[in-house]
Every structure is written in C-alpha cells, then in structure tokens.
C-alpha cells in the first residue's frame, strides 16, 4: 500500500514538473510571437485570379482564389498560368512577394518579362529549390494584369502558392523575419546549444568520459536549426541559391531522425527495443546517404525521396509511443522521466507536422497567426534535456566530490591533516613502479613519551600537531609529507633535489627552534632524523631506502641523548 502511494506522488510530481515546463516554454513562446508582431501594410493578392493549366484539356478557371486554385490537377512538367488585374499602388518601390517550391518561375506585367527563373535547370531536370522571391514592380502598375507562369516538376508537392501579396521593398525581409520571429529566436539558440555542445564534447573527450550523447545533441540541435531556417526561408540571408538552400533543407531533414534516436536510444531498457531503434537508425542513415550520392551525380532530387521519409516518419513516431508505453513501469529518476515526457510532446507536433504537409491541412491548435509551434515542441524538449543534462553533471558533481572526499579521509591522518601511512606507501609505490631514484627523510620527535606521560596526551596531540605544521611549511613544494604513526613522520622527495636537503633540514631546525622561542612550552619541541636514497643503487626499492633512513634516525636519536 505504501508503495503504490509513494509510485502516485512520484508520478503527481513528474506530471506537475513537465506541466510547468510546457506551460513556461509555451508562454515564453507566445510572448515572442506577441513581442515580435508588427503588422506591415501590405496589398493581398489571394482572390480574383484567373488559372489556366495546360494540360490536354487546357482547362481554365475564372475568379478564384489562390487558396482554392486546383494545381493538384497539374500533370508533370504541366505550365501553370496565373493572372490578375494588379489594384492601386499604395508603396514606394513595390514589390512582389511569393513563395513558391520547385517550379521554374515566369512573372510578367502587360506580357512584358519582368523575372525569370529555373528555365535551365527546369530543362536539364536539374534542383529547383523553392524560395522566398522578391519581384521588383513599377510604381505604376495599377489596372495591369500581372501574369505569373510555373512549370512544375516531378518532385513538386505544388497544392497553393503561398504568401503572395504586394509590399514596400524596405518591409520584405523585414517581414519574412517578423512572421517567423519564434523559430529565428529558436535557432538561434539551437546553433549557441550546438556549438557549447560540441566544445564540450572536446573537452570531455580529453577527460575521457562518454561523449555519445553529447555528439547526439549537438548534431540534432545544428540540423534542426539549419531545417527551420531554410523551411522558413529566413536561411536566404546566408544562401542566396535556391538549389543549394533546398539541399541544406532536405539532407538536415533526412538526417534529424538519426539524432533523435541517437539521444532516445538509451532511454530503452529491453534489447528488443533497442534493436528496433538501432534498425531505424541505420535505415534513416541509409536514406540520406541515398538521397545525398543520388543528388550529388544528378540522377534523383532530393524532394523525391520526401513521400518516403515521411511514412517512415510517421511509423516510428508511432512506434516510438508504443515503446514508451511498454516501458513505462521501467524505474528511472525524476529528470529522465521529465526528458522522456518532453519527447513525447515534439513526436506529437511531429506527428501532426508531418500530417498538416501531407494533407496540406491547417490544425488550429498547431498555428499561430502564421507561424507553426513545431519550433515550440522543440523548445520544450531541448529544455527538458537541458533539465536532465543539469541535474544529471550535478549529481556526477557530487558523486565525483564524495569520491574524492572518502579518498582524502582514507589517505589523511586524522589528527595531522597530514599523508597517512597508507598513503606514503602508495607513492613509495609509485616510485617503484616508475623506477625513479627516490630520497626519504624518517623523523621522528624526542621525549614525546615523557609530554604524553607528563602533561596529558592532549598536549602530546598539541606537539604532535605543531611539528605537523611545521614540516608541512616547510616541505610543502618539494616533497609529500606524512606520519607513518605515533611520533614518527616522513618525507618523501626526488632523489634529484639530494643537493638541497641539508639546507632545508637547517631551515626545518630554524623553524623549531623559532616555535620553541614564541610558544613557551614546559618542554622543547625536538626531532631526530635521517635520510637515505637509492640514486645510484638501482637495486633498493624504496622500502629498502625507508629502512636505512629509518636506520640513520635511530642512530641520530642515540647521539642527541649522549
């Protein structure tokens, strides 16, 4: 009973945590959208167009508007051609702006060519691209008919003509920014993510810790913010060929699905699952390197290849929910189940994306004004990521600190502070294994036995302490310092500083001598030392090296008492 209470508060809590990041990351959108709405005057040219398509029957349509023209009903390589009675001009330097996908494009004003484009790659069936065009319009335009003439090709998905309307040439680009202002903002913090991302795959590569998932972000975080650009058109800054603009569109899209099963995959515990997302990895890779040669030695275009990455998009969508389902009773900690929800949440507006393509149909709760929330369904999982990822080097933080922590309790001596007798041995160790010369100084205090007896072992602890100190002052730079036990200490060093010892064991006696004067103890703080080093006899091991300092000690301790 008090399990499945504590599963409902556990549960209750993941659900509230991603209910507050949907609702921030949501907000946060819509006051961008809001902030960044600016209506500019434009002069509409969606209704009243005439449609003539030539195909066999040569069938025209009159008084239509562009949202119901039936392009659909153009066959392959059929000429569509449009025209309207241009109204009264409103601006200075006029222009007209369409978008239009995959067409060799005609405009002409009074039968007069006013901008050509495609006719040669439409010939040599060469990549179109689509693009956000800008066409220059005289000022006295008003009562001309504006014609426009596109020449589909095989790949062209050309339901409607999208945007068209007449506007201020200082307001074009503007605008185009304005109506896409949410997911510019987006990409922009998609390409800053990517790039930390990816500096911090460096860096953890030299640590030597696992960058798989790293790589995973970055990569999914650079090609979304490269397909958003380029679907909006806002990309048209940076590339101004269409062709090459739509390859940039087309091999991120192909390639997205790659990353995002690269980041999901170790959310699946079962092997069987595993396999399938491995499966849909290798598949969606094969695609694009397909689509890429294929394009690159101009057999197939890439938009060909888009029907079927579609519905192998919409199958491991489906797939991908039906995997979370099964695993949904898997134990996982608060973060991944947060990461695990946000995911959820971008397949469903990629499902529903893809969907609104395919069909060409407008989902309301999917829209705002005219910008899509796929940008939103990515923001909310890149922040829950950016949770998991947070909570998740915090945690390792902490562990790495406890680890160290227990390290250092378990090599410190607990009254001194100093190297404990475990952890000398372990660098007597090293010098071994290194084979380096080594030079050690065994230590050790007179008449701490008589302090002890005397005057209480808290003031034996006290002397034991004030020399501590004072060793460790003094050798701090050039040696590891430690207590092997009772009143005994040692210093390890390179054999190569043998030149200078004497002048830092005339140093440490100062320092004693100085402590004796200042502290005005009943007793005088007094050591007795030795040191030996294997430089020159490779043959003693640094134990062999302790045992004759320890030696040389001993005999410096019987002459002090003569």
């Not at 029957?57 to 508007?65: F, I, K, L, R």
């Not at 990515?378 to 998740?392: E, G, N, P, Q, S």
């Given at each position: 009973?008090?399990?499945?209470?504590?599963?409902?508060?556990?549960?209750?809590?993941?659900?509230?945590?991603?209910?507050?990041?949907?609702?921030?990351?949501?907000?946060?959108?819509?006051?961008?959208?809001?902030?960044?709405?600016?209506?500019?005057?434009?002069?509409?040219?969606?209704?009243?167009?005439?449609?003539?398509?030539?195909?066999?029957?040569?069938?025209?349509?009159?008084?239509?508007?562009?949202?119901?023209?039936?392009?659909?009903?153009?066959?392959?390589?059929?000429?569509?051609?449009?025209?309207?009675?241009?109204?009264?001009?409103?601006?200075?330097?006029?222009?007209?702006?369409?978008?239009?996908?995959?067409?060799?494009?005609?405009?002409?004003?009074?039968?007069?060519?006013?901008?050509?484009?495609?006719?040669?790659?439409?010939?040599?069936?060469?990549?179109?691209?689509?693009?956000?065009?800008?066409?220059?319009?005289?000022?006295?335009?008003?009562?001309?008919?504006?014609?426009?003439?596109?020449?589909?090709?095989?790949?062209?998905?050309?339901?409607?003509?999208?945007?068209?309307?007449?506007i201020s040439a200082g307001d074009a680009l503007k605008r185009l920014i304005t109506d896409n202002f949410l997911s510019v903002v987006i990409s922009i913090f998609l390409?800053?993510?990517?790039?930390?991302?990816?500096?911090?795959?460096?860096?953890?590569?030299?640590?030597?810790?696992?960058?798989?998932?790293?790589?995973?972000?970055?990569?999914?975080?650079?090609?979304?913010?490269?397909?958003?650009?380029?679907?909006?058109?806002?990309?048209?800054?940076?590339?101004?060929?269409?062709?090459?603009?739509?390859?940039?569109?087309?091999?991120?899209?192909?390639?997205?699905?790659?990353?995002?099963?690269?980041?999901?995959?170790?959310?699946?515990?079962?092997?069987?699952?595993?396999?399938v997302a491995r499966v849909a990895e290798v598949w969606f890779l094969l695609l694009a390197f397909v689509a890429i040669i294929t394009q690159a030695l101009h057999l197939?275009?890439?938009?060909?290849?888009?029907?079927?990455?579609?519905?192998?998009?919409?199958?491991?969508?489906?797939?991908?929910?039906?995997?979370?389902?099964?695993?949904?009773?898997?134990?996982?900690?608060?973060?991944?189940?947060?990461?695990?929800?946000?995911?959820?949440?971008?397949?469903?507006?990629?499902?529903?994306?893809?969907?609104?393509?395919?069909?060409?149909?407008?989902?309301?709760?999917?829209?705002?004004?005219?910008?899509?929330?796929?940008?939103?369904?990515?923001?909310?999982?890149?922040?829950?990521?950016?949770?998991?990822?947070?909570?998740?080097?915090?945690?390792?933080?902490?562990?790495?600190?406890?680890?160290?922590?227990?390290?250092?309790?378990?090599?410190?001596?607990?009254?001194?502070?100093?190297?404990?007798?475990?952890?000398?041995?372990?660098?007597?160790?090293?010098?071994?294994?290194?084979?380096?010369?080594?030079?050690?100084?065994?230590?050790?205090?007179?008449?701490?036995?008589?302090?002890?007896?005397?005057?209480?072992?808290?003031?034996?602890?006290?002397?034991?302490?004030?020399?501590?100190?004072?060793?460790?002052?003094v050798f701090r730079e050039v040696a590891t310092v430690g207590r092997m036990g009772g009143d005994e200490f040692i210093v390890i060093m390179d054999a190569s500083k043998?030149?200078?010892?004497?002048?830092?064991?005339?140093?440490?006696?100062?320092?004693?001598?100085?402590?004796?004067?200042?502290?005005?103890?009943?007793?005088?703080?007094?050591?007795?030392?030795?040191?030996?080093?294997?430089?020159?006899?490779?043959?003693?091991?640094?134990?062999?090296?302790?045992?004759?300092?320890?030696?040389?000690?001993?005999?410096?301790?019987?002459?002090?008492?003569?």
């Amino acid at each position: 009973m008090c399990d499945k209470i504590d599963r409902f508060w556990r549960l209750k809590r993941q659900i509230l945590l991603t209910v507050i990041v949907v609702v921030v990351t949501c907000g946060m959108a819509t006051f961008l959208i809001v902030f960044s709405h600016r209506d500019y005057e434009t002069i509409p040219l969606q209704e009243h167009w005439k449609v003539t398509i030539d195909s066999r029957s040569g069938q025209e349509y009159q008084d239509v508007s562009i949202w119901d023209a039936p392009f659909d009903k153009a066959d392959k390589k059929d000429a569509i051609n449009l025209s309207i009675v241009l109204p009264e001009n409103r601006f200075v330097q006029p222009e007209l702006a369409l978008r239009v996908s995959h067409c060799a494009l005609d405009v002409y004003l009074d039968q007069e060519l006013l901008y050509s484009y495609g006719e040669e790659l439409y010939k040599n069936e060469k990549l179109l691209g689509s693009g956000y065009f800008l066409v220059p319009l005289p000022e006295d335009y008003e009562g001309k008919t504006l014609s426009i003439r596109l020449r589909k090709v095989a790949e062209s998905k050309f339901n409607y003509m999208e945007d068209t309307c007449i506007i201020s040439a200082g307001d074009a680009l503007k605008r185009l920014i304005t109506d896409n202002f949410l997911s510019v903002v987006i990409s922009i913090f998609l390409i800053a993510m990517g790039l930390i991302e990816l500096c911090s795959v460096f860096f953890l590569f030299q640590a030597k810790k696992p960058i798989r998932s790293m790589i995973s972000i970055s990569a999914f975080s650079l090609l979304m913010s490269f397909w958003m650009s380029c679907c909006n058109k806002t990309m048209q800054f940076l590339i101004s060929d269409y062709g090459r603009l739509t390859v940039v569109e087309y091999v991120a899209m192909y390639l997205l699905p790659v990353g995002v099963i690269s980041i999901s995959y170790a959310f699946f515990t079962k092997p069987m699952l595993k396999k399938v997302a491995r499966v849909a990895e290798v598949w969606f890779l094969l695609l694009a390197f397909v689509a890429i040669i294929t394009q690159a030695l101009h057999l197939v275009n890439l938009p060909k290849y888009a029907a079927v990455f579609r519905a192998s998009l919409l199958i491991v969508i489906l797939l991908a929910v039906l995997f979370m389902i099964e695993e949904r009773n898997v134990p996982r900690v608060l973060e991944e189940k947060i990461e695990i929800s946000g995911l959820a949440i971008f397949l469903i507006f990629v499902f529903f994306e893809t969907l609104r393509y395919c069909f060409k149909k407008n989902y309301d709760f999917l829209v705002i004004g005219n910008q899509s929330l796929l940008p939103v369904g990515v923001l909310i999982w890149i922040v829950t990521m950016l949770i998991r990822f947070t909570v998740a080097m915090y945690r390792g933080f902490v562990s790495e600190l406890q680890q160290e922590l227990l390290k250092k309790m378990a090599y410190t001596d607990a009254l001194t502070a100093l190297s404990n007798r475990a952890k000398c041995e372990e660098v007597m160790q090293d010098y071994a294994e290194k084979k380096c010369p080594i030079l050690i100084i065994d230590m050790d205090l007179n008449n701490f036995k008589n302090v002890n007896d005397t005057y209480g072992h808290s003031e034996g602890d006290r002397m034991l302490c004030a020399f501590a100190n004072i060793l460790e002052e003094v050798f701090r730079e050039v040696a590891t310092v430690g207590r092997m036990g009772g009143d005994e200490f040692i210093v390890i060093m390179d054999a190569s500083k043998k030149a200078y010892v004497e002048e830092i064991l005339h140093k440490l006696t100062q320092r004693v001598h100085e402590y004796n004067m200042t502290e005005k103890h009943p007793y005088l703080l007094q050591f007795a030392y030795g040191y030996a080093t294997n430089e020159g006899e490779s043959a003693l091991t640094p134990w062999d090296v302790y045992k004759k300092a320890d030696a040389k000690m001993y005999r410096c301790k019987r002459k002090q008492k003569i």
